[in-house]
């Protein structure tokens, strides 16, 4: 288990060589660095309203069939229909796998489980677990209710498909908030670079290709894509270094390692060197 733990922190420290590690302190060891408090850009309340505010105005139209907003759905249906006729299908069908949550929520439980093992602390567990549950939760039940058929797969009106349920995007969804808390997870150790190159081409990436490949309606990534900022945002506000569980994070602290000292003849004489000096008379 020492020698496991001595190569993840040498491959940690290769991946980022000039980021800078904390001192020692009783949260950690001394070489692992505490993740900084995550920013929110607009930190104000007021953009998760307004974000919420956009989402009635797409999905109430849905919901009522409005033709102008269902004929831009169809617009740019058939506007990438005529693009997919001469463009390659099997890159963004990989693309799109960006999206999948399985995978990526997996990725993110091992990382959070890292922290926890360096930390000592089941908070950033349990900040992967409450976005689970509200993604889940929430994309779940309005794909339930609203039964949206997926494109060429039938009407572009809401309660038409019950087993395609489209409404909204759940690869987009995903492509936001995993990838949100990947950068969470991994920015003690990964260069700004490859965060904002994480932060910003899977989602582009994903909500493109879901329509280019005629499996979502464009607000339905609308959708996907506005849910998935609000259940961040909630995650990094509330679930993220900042809502503390004492109770149970001392039943599931994990125990500190006490050195191991090898009794060398070399540490022995020393030993007997401070004995003979501290008491000013060879010890029997």
């Given at each position: 288990?020492?020698r496991?733990?001595?190569?993840?922190?040498?491959?940690?420290?290769a991946i980022?060589?000039?980021r800078?590690?904390?001192?020692?302190s009783?949260?950690g060891?001394?070489d692992?660095?505490?993740?900084?408090?995550?920013?929110?850009?607009?930190?104000?309340?007021?953009f998760?309203?307004?974000?919420?505010?956009?989402?009635?105005?797409v999905?109430?139209?849905?919901?009522?069939?409005?033709?102008p907003?269902?004929s831009?759905?169809?617009?740019?249906?058939?506007?990438l229909?005529?693009?997919?006729?001469?463009?390659?299908?099997?890159?963004?069908?990989?693309?799109?796998?960006?999206?999948?949550?399985?995978?990526?929520?997996?990725?993110?439980?091992?990382?959070?489980?890292?922290?926890?093992?360096?930390?000592?602390?089941?908070?950033?567990?349990?900040?992967?677990?409450?976005?689970?549950?509200?993604?889940?939760?929430?994309?779940?039940t309005?794909?339930?209710?609203?039964?949206r058929p997926?494109?060429?797969?039938?009407?572009?009106?809401?309660?038409?498909?019950?087993?395609?349920?489209?409404?909204?995007?759940?690869?987009?969804?995903?492509?936001?908030?995993?990838?949100g808390?990947?950068v969470?997870?991994?920015t003690?150790?990964v260069?700004?670079?490859?965060?904002?190159l994480?932060?910003?081409?899977?989602?582009?990436?994903?909500?493109?290709?879901?329509?280019?490949?005629?499996?979502?309606?464009?607000?339905?990534?609308?959708?996907g894509?506005i849910?998935?900022?609000?259940?961040?945002?909630?995650?990094?506000?509330?679930?993220?270094?900042?809502?503390?569980v004492?109770?149970?994070?001392?039943?599931?602290?994990?125990?500190?390692?006490?050195p191991?000292v090898?009794?060398?003849?070399?540490?022995?004489k020393?030993?007997?060197?401070?004995?003979?000096g501290?008491?000013?008379?060879?010890?029997?």
């Amino acid at each position: 288990m020492c020698r496991l733990r001595d190569v993840t922190r040498q491959i940690m420290r290769a991946i980022s060589p000039n980021r800078p590690l904390v001192p020692p302190s009783s949260e950690g060891p001394a070489d692992y660095e505490m993740p900084p408090k995550p920013r929110l850009n607009p930190g104000g309340w007021w953009f998760d309203g307004l974000l919420a505010v956009v989402l009635v105005v797409v999905t109430a139209p849905l919901l009522i069939d409005w033709q102008p907003i269902l004929s831009i759905d169809i617009g740019v249906r058939d506007f990438l229909a005529v693009i997919r006729e001469s463009g390659p299908s099997t890159i963004a069908v990989w693309l799109e796998r960006l999206g999948q949550g399985g995978p990526l929520l997996g990725l993110c439980l091992v990382i959070a489980l890292v922290h926890w093992r360096l930390r000592r602390s089941v908070e950033p567990v349990l900040a992967i677990v409450g976005a689970f549950l509200l993604s889940y939760g929430s994309i779940g039940t309005i794909k339930v209710l609203t039964d949206r058929p997926m494109p060429y797969k039938g009407s572009v009106q809401m309660f038409t498909a019950p087993e395609q349920m489209a409404y909204p995007s759940g690869h987009a969804s995903n492509s936001i908030l995993w990838y949100g808390m990947l950068v969470m997870l991994l920015t003690p150790w990964v260069w700004p670079w490859a965060l904002k190159l994480l932060r910003w081409f899977p989602p582009i990436a994903v909500g493109f290709t879901t329509m280019y490949l005629g499996h979502h309606w464009i607000t339905d990534v609308v959708g996907g894509v506005i849910i998935g900022v609000l259940i961040e945002r909630v995650i990094r506000r509330r679930l993220w270094r900042q809502y503390r569980v004492p109770w149970l994070s001392d039943k599931l602290k994990l125990p500190v390692e006490e050195p191991v000292v090898m009794l060398t003849p070399e540490l022995l004489k020393g030993l007997r060197g401070r004995a003979v000096g501290s008491s000013g008379r060879p010890a029997r």
